[in-house]
C-alpha cells in the first residue's frame, strides 16, 4: 500500500496483512427455557442418530444403506437405485421445509437441530466438564504447560476422540450391517473403505465440533449466507429491544431509571459471553447470529434478578418489534403469501412422494442388452438377441414374476423365465428373444423398439422398452 497523504512527503510503502487469526472463544455455559429445548434436540437427534442402525425388521438391519448389493432399507421398504427418485423427493421435501421454517422463526434449524450446532454443544459439554466454565478455561488458556493443564486438556481430547470414533462407526454402519462392523472391532478386521470412511466422519466430527465450531457456521456453510433471501420483515429473529434497552449503563437493583436516565440493559455483557459465534446482538441483526437464544436465556435470568420484565433479548419480528405488535397481530402475519406458498408446494411435494411410494410397484426390472451378443441368427433362420434382465423384489415377500416380450410378430422369449423371487431379492436372469425369419426380413435391418411385459401375481403389469437388432 502506497501511503502519500501529503504531496511533499515521500510515499511509503506499507504492508498489511489480510489475515487476521481468529480469537478463540470460550462461550460461557447457559441455562434457561431455550437451552432445555436443545438440550432435548440433542438427546432426540443424537438418540436416533446412534440408535438407527441397531434396529431389526424382519431379522434385518432396519435402516440399511447396502451400496454393495445396490439395495436401501427403510424399515419395511427396500429400495433400489430405480427408486433413486423418492431420495430427490426427500431432499426437495428437506428443502423445502427448511425455507418454510427459515422464512416462519428465523434460523431454527441453525440453533436446535443442525449437527454442527449439535455437536458443538456435546464437545463444549465434556470441555466443561474437564476444563470448568468459561473464566476457568480462559485462566487455563493463559497458563503455562503444567501437569494439570496437560490432564484436564488430555482427558478433553480423548474423551473428544471417543464421541468422534462412535460416530464415525455409527456412520459407517449405516452402509455396512453395524453388527457385522462390530464384530469386526476386536480383531480390527475393517475392510479398506469402512476403515477410510469410520477415519474421515471421525476426524471430521472431532475438527469440526471440537476445534471449528462457529468457523462453520461464519465462513464454510452456505446456508448463512443465503437465508436472508428467506427472512422478511416478519420473520421471528433474535432481537434486542434497543427502544426498551438504551441508554445501557451499570447500576444497582434500586436505582431510578427515569432519574439516571437508563434503559433496561445493565451492560453486563453475558449475552456476548454466552454467545457461541462470540457477537454483540446489541448490535442488530448480523449473519452471524445462528439463533441459538443462548443470550435470551442469560439475559431474562439478569432481567430477572434487577426485577425487570424478560424479553430485552427476544424472539420477535422486525415489524412487531418497530410496530410494538402484540402476539395476536404477530402470529395472523405468520399466514403470509411467502409462508402460503412454501407451505402449498410443500404439501403437494410430500402428498405427491407418498402417493408414489404407497403405488410403487413391487417388481422392479432392468433390461441390459448383452454387449457380447449384439443379434445372430440361430437355427430355420430366427433372428436373436440376448439380453440381461436385473428382477428385483421391492418387497420383504416372495414374488412370482412372469416375463413376455412383444413388438415384432412372431416374438418369443427363451426360455420363458418363471421366477420366483424370496422377499428383497434381486436377482440377473440372462434371457434370448427371437423372432421368426420373415418377420424379421419384413422388419428390415437395423433397431426395432420392443417391450418387454412384466407380470406379477396380484399387481398391475409393468413395461420396460428395449431394442432388437436385425442383422444385414
Ligand atoms: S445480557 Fe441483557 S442486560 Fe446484559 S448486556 Fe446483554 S442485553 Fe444487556
Ligand atoms: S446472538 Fe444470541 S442467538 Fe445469536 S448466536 Fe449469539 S447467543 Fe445465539
Known sequence: ??????????????VISLYASQPKIQARAVSGWFNGWRWALVWATQLLFYGAPWLQWNGRQAVLFDLAARRFYLGPLVLYPQDFIYLTGLLIVSAYALFLFTAVA????????CPQTVYTEIFMWVEQRFE???NKRLKLDAAGLGLNKLLRRGGKHLAWGVIALWTGFTFVGYFTPIR????AVPGFAFGPWELFWIGFYSLATYGNAGWLREQVCKYMCPYARFQSAMFDRDTLIISYDAERGEPRGTRGRK???????????????LCVQVCPTGIDIRKGLQYECIGCAACIDVCNGVMDKMHYPRGLIRYDTQNGMEQHLDRGSEWRRVFRPRVVVYTGVLVLIVAALL???LTRPAIRVDVVRDRGV???VVEDGWVENVYRLQVMN???QMQSVRVSASGLPGMQLVPVPALTLAGAEARWVPVAVRVPPEAAAQAGAGSHAIQFDIVVTGEAPLTEKSTFMVPR
Not at 502519500?4 to 506499507?14: C, G
Not at 428465523?106 to 437441530?113: D, N, Q, T, Y
Not at 457385522?180 to 464384530?183: D, E, H, I, P, Q
Request: glycine share 12%; charged share 25%.
Open 180 to 183: 457385522s462392523l462390530m464384530a
Open 106 to 113: 428465523g434460523r431454527l434449524w441453525c440453533g436446535f437441530a
Open 374 to 376: 449384439l443379434s445372430r
Open 394 to 396: 421391492a418387497t420383504e
Open 255 to 269: 436505582t431510578d431509571l427515569e432519574s439516571a436516565q437508563l434503559g433496561h440493559c445493565i451492560d453486563c455483557g
Open 1 to 14: 500500500v502506497t501511503d502519500s497523504t501529503t504531496t511533499d512527503a515521500p510515499a511509503r510503502e506499507q
Open 132 to 134: 470448568g466454565d468459561r
Open 355 to 357: 402417493y408414489g411410494l
